[in-house]
Structures are given as C-alpha cells and as structure tokens.
C-alpha cells in the first residue's frame, strides 16, 4: 500500500515524523512525505495561483513545499508522483480538529484534496496540544489504517475520516467512535497591538469554547477517552434550506425589479 503523508504544521513537526514512523512498520507499505515547509495551521483548501511553488527535499527524505497543504497534496497528485497512493494520510496536528475547527483546518484541508481526487483520505490530530504522549497517538493512528486495510475499506474506496486521539498512554484510549460534529461559541475578540511605527495590527482572537459537547459530537468521545472519528463530505449544500427557498422565494416581483432598475439609472446618470 502506497501512502501519501502531509500535515499542516510542517515538515519537521514531531507529529509527522512519529506518524510517519508508526506507518513505516505496517507490513507491505511505502509512505512518501509532501509536506508544508513551514506551519500552515488554518489554511483550510487554499491554493496558491499566484506564486511559483518549489519543490525541495530534506536529509530525511521527506519532501517540502513552499505552500499550503493542500498544494503539497496536489502536486503530489497532478504531476510529482509517479503512481497514485492507494490512501492520503494528513497529520498528527499539534491540537484538536472537531467541530467548526474543520472548516479551517489545514490538516483536514490537506485530506479533502485527497478526497477530491477520488482517494480515501484521513486527517489525524491529537487533542491537546504540545505533543504529550505522541508516540502512543502515532501508534493508535497506524493502527486504525491497518484496520482499515484488512476490512477493505481502502482499495477502491472514496471517502474522507476525521480522526481527534486524545492525549492519553496507548493502554488508556478507548475504542473508537464514530461522531459526529460538535459546535464551537464565536471565536474571542480579535488582539489589537501598535507595531514599533504606531499602526494598528490585529491578531486573530482564539477559538470559542465548545458549545455542543452532547453525547454523539466529537468533544463528547474524546471527552470520554475514546478515539472519535467522523467521516466528512466536500458538499456543503443545505438540502433542507434548498426545498425551503424552492417553495417560499418568487423571482415574480414586477414592482420591486421596476424600483431597482429605476435606482441604478438614475445612479448612472
């Protein structure tokens, strides 16, 4: 099995080298590593098309890109690569990705590509951040893909798992459960400083507290110890508020169409 490792934190993050590490020792895989060169934590599914992208690789093999994750998956995937990797694998994150944390996250972000591309696709990240008790959650991920693997649910498959291990020895996880996701209060206030010449700068304010941590959300598992896994969809459509707006809105208003086109006349004017 052919693996495709990135993450967002960067190529020498300790989360990738010990995930990259623990899927080395899986009988009959290769992992090959494109990942950010420098952090790119909540770059979400940018990429950059305005700026050339280089390619380079480290002493340790792993190759880097001056990009977002989601570059580095789709280079990987468009052109870098000489085969297709049977499974992307994004990750471990320095930190939690539950709840609204996925839109922004540049883990799950990298993982998407993968999806998009019709492979399957995994986001790893531990809860807490600061990398206590990495070794355990690298092997508790490697483990997953090679239950994965022997149920067959990667060759020939497409979707796209979440997956938050909490920051606990390897004989303390419980078994995983599969969540859905929570929700997350606004994020606090943006940071207002003065650089050294006297402009205002402002720093984005941190993530809101959990709101909806009930049983079946993805705080509530790892909350209890266990590993919490929750499959994603690139389609964002509200299937609920399409048939809503189909039914209620009425693009059969003469009155108020007259009273627009009239306001941008005689704005031209």
Request: proline share 5%; glycine share 8%; hydrophobic share 45%.
């Amino acid at each position: 099995m052919r693996i495709l490792l990135c993450n967002d934190d960067g190529y020498l993050a300790p989360g990738i080298v010990a995930l990259h590490e623990a899927l080395s020792e899986l009988p009959d895989v290769h992992v090959l590593v494109v990942a950010p060169e420098h952090n790119n934590s909540a770059k979400s599914n940018a990429l950059t098309l305005h700026a050339p992208l280089y390619v380079r690789e480290a002493h340790n093999g792993f190759r880097y890109v001056n990009g977002t994750p989601a570059d580095c998956v789709h280079i990987a995937l468009t052109g870098l690569l000489d085969d297709r990797p049977d499974l992307v694998v994004s990750g471990i994150n320095n930190g939690a990705n539950m709840g609204d944390d996925t839109i922004y996250s540049g883990t799950v972000g990298a993982a998407m590509e993968g999806f998009l591309f019709g492979i399957p696709s995994l986001a790893f990240s531990l809860v807490e951040r600061d990398w206590a008790h990495l070794d355990a959650a690298a092997r508790r991920a490697a483990l997953f893909v090679a239950q994965l693997q022997a149920q067959s649910h990667i060759a020939g498959q497409r979707w796209l798992l979440n997956v938050n291990i909490p920051n606990l020895p390897l004989t303390l996880l419980k078994p995983v459960k599969w969540c859905r996701l929570g929700r997350r209060h606004a994020a606090e206030r943006v940071i207002c400083q003065k650089n050294p010449r006297g402009e205002i700068m402002y720093w984005i304010g941190a993530s809101g507290a959990a709101a909806d941590t009930s049983p079946g959300t993805d705080f509530h598992a790892v909350a209890q110890g266990h590993v919490a896994v929750t499959p994603l969809h690139a389609d964002l459509t509200d299937y609920r508020a399409l048939e809503h707006w189909d039914k209620r809105f009425s693009d059969d208003c003469p009155d108020a169409l007259a009273s627009a086109q009239d306001r941008t006349e005689r704005g031209l004017e």
